[in-house]
Structures are given as structure tokens and as C-alpha cells.
């Protein structure tokens, strides 16, 4: 991707590989805030602002290096979407459609909190619980809060998480913060996917679906291919309506995809759910 770094300022000229509305509409982060053609953008204890007039992408940050890799503008996207119509002409709608998303490098630890909560819930709903528990165990920015620590989470109770309104997630970010801050791993190093999703499936609220989530977004795993009501849908498209469970076309659709998988997840769940595909 074609990009400068001038006075701690990220600039993007050529935004056929960079669009955030893409890139913030397909599911993979929840704390941004938007406004016509601007964005704020919040990861652990730093943000970043967005500006996206006239095809051209400016991101304004302290942290350019931090932000670089954030949306991982050393990747080359066009390749990936050549690789992925080479094998599988079919994603041509989709990739047109969404052609420019990113997979964001997001931290794994957020990742774990962010996923849970997001468990049979909808966009706006998670959003606000992360504002919350972000304004109330985090630290205060210039704009905005940080995402609260392990530490800054230990001790809270199952009626705090209520109090957010998460429901009967509570007990699943309770019981996970508490298994984290005891010495759960979270450095997946050294271990493959499948035995990643096992390790963190540990987790109480981590099921197959959050744990892929959690792979894709916080640790840039693309051999996975998170499924749910609209990737389903994919599925049935490709190999016909089944009653398989969804763990089952998961590992399908993994080896349907191979190591392309996560990328093919993001652009079909992005056209299937914009699109309300059937």
C-alpha cells in the first residue's frame, strides 16, 4: 500500500485498498466513533483521528508506527484479493463490493472483552457497553477513554458487569477476567490454530465462533472463518442448505479457503450482511 508518514501524520492517497466505511461497517471493531467524513479511532490507551475527504485518507496520530500496523498498511491487499478470485471467482461481487477492507491488528486482550460482549448482541448495543466500561474502569484521554487493563478490571464484580448492560455476559466477563488475571495465557506463540481455539475456548464465554473472532481480529490468524447467521448463508451458497452444526461449516469453509480464510470471511460477510443476502 502506497502511504507517507509527514509530521506524525499517515497519508493514503490511493484508497483503493483503504476505505473506512469497509473497513468499520464489517464487524471486526467496535470502538470508533464516526461523523460524515471523519473518524475517531480508540485502541488500548491511545486514538487516532480519521479524515477521509476526496478519495485521500489522513490519519492523525502521536503514534504513527502504532497505527501503521493497526491497519496493517504493510499488507498487500491487491495480491490478496488476486489470490482469493484466482481460486474462487465466485467472490467477485463480494470482493467488489467491500474491496476496501482491511483486517485490523487489534489487541488481543480487547479482543477477549469485546467478542464475549458481543454474543447474540447487535452493533450499537456492544458499542455502548464497551463506552461504558471504558468511562468507568478505563483512564481519560484528550478525547475519549482507554481501554481498561487486566489490572483495572480485577476485582470488579458480576453486578458491575450488570450495571454495564451486558446480561447474563456478566458472569462470562467475570469469571474470564478473574482466569486472566490468575495467569491465563494469552501469548498464543509457538501454537497452532487449532490448538489456539482450544486454549482460549478455556474461557468462560468463549465459544467457537467468539474464539475465532478473537483469532482473525487480535492475533491476525487468517486461517479462520468465523461463522454465524450471515456467514451461514455463505455456506449454504457454496455447498448447499445443510444441518450440519456451524462448527462444522467453520471447519469446512477453513478448508474451502485454506490460509485465505479470514480475508474471504470479511468481504462475504460484508456483502452478504449489507446486502441482507437470503
Not at 479511532?41 to 487516532?48: D, E, L, T
Not at 504493510?74 to 482469493?84: F, R
Not at 455463505?234 to 455447498?239: E, I, K, P, S, W
Request: hydrophobic letters at 35%; one cysteine or more.
Amino acid at each position: 500500500m502506497d502511504y507517507q508518514i509527514i509530521n506524525n501524520n499517515i497519508l493514503i492517497k490511493d484508497t483503493s485498498e483503504f476505505n473506512p466505511k469497509h473497513i468499520f461497517d464489517c464487524g471486526q471493531v467496535f470502538r470508533y466513533l464516526n461523523c460524515d467524513s471523519s473518524y475517531k479511532i480508540f485502541s488500548k490507551k491511545s486514538f487516532c483521528s480519521l479524515i477521509y475527504i476526496q478519495g485521500c485518507v489522513t490519519i492523525v496520530t502521536e503514534e504513527p508506527k502504532l497505527y501503521k500496523k493497526y491497519f496493517d498498511l504493510d499488507n498487500n491487499y491487491a495480491k490478496i484479493k488476486q489470490e482469493l478470485l484466482s481460486t474462487f471467482p465466485k467472490m467477485q461481487k463480494a470482493i467488489e463490493f467491500g474491496s476496501g477492507i482491511r483486517i485490523l491488528n487489534q489487541d488481543p486482550w480487547e479482543m477477549i472483552i469485546s467478542f464475549i460482549i458481543s454474543s447474540n448482541n447487535n452493533i450499537p448495543r456492544i458499542k455502548g457497553i464497551l463506552e461504558r466500561l471504558c468511562a468507568t474502569s478505563g483512564q481519560p484521554l484528550d478525547e475519549g477513554f482507554t481501554f481498561p487493563t487486566v489490572e483495572e478490571l480485577k476485582g470488579r464484580s458480576i453486578d458491575y458487569y450488570k450495571g454495564l448492560g451486558t446480561g447474563y455476559r456478566a458472569s462470562y466477563l467475570y469469571k474470564t477476567v478473574d482466569a486472566i488475571s490468575n495467569g491465563f495465557e494469552l501469548d498464543l506463540e509457538g501454537m497452532d490454530t487449532s490448538s489456539a481455539r482450544k486454549h482460549l475456548m478455556q474461557l468462560t464465554g468463549v465459544g467457537r465462533k467468539v474464539a475465532d473472532c478473537i483469532l482473525l481480529f487480535g492475533y491476525h490468524r487468517t486461517d479462520v472463518f468465523p461463522v454465524d447467521v450471515w456467514t451461514e448463508r455463505v455456506y449454504d451458497d457454496l455447498f448447499g442448505a445443510s444441518a450440519i452444526s456451524p462448527e462444522r461449516k467453520a471447519d469446512i469453509l477453513c478448508n474451502h479457503f485454506g490460509s485465505l480464510s479470514g480475508y474471504a470471511q470479511q468481504y462475504l460477510y460484508y456483502y452478504y450482511r449489507e446486502n441482507n443476502v437470503k
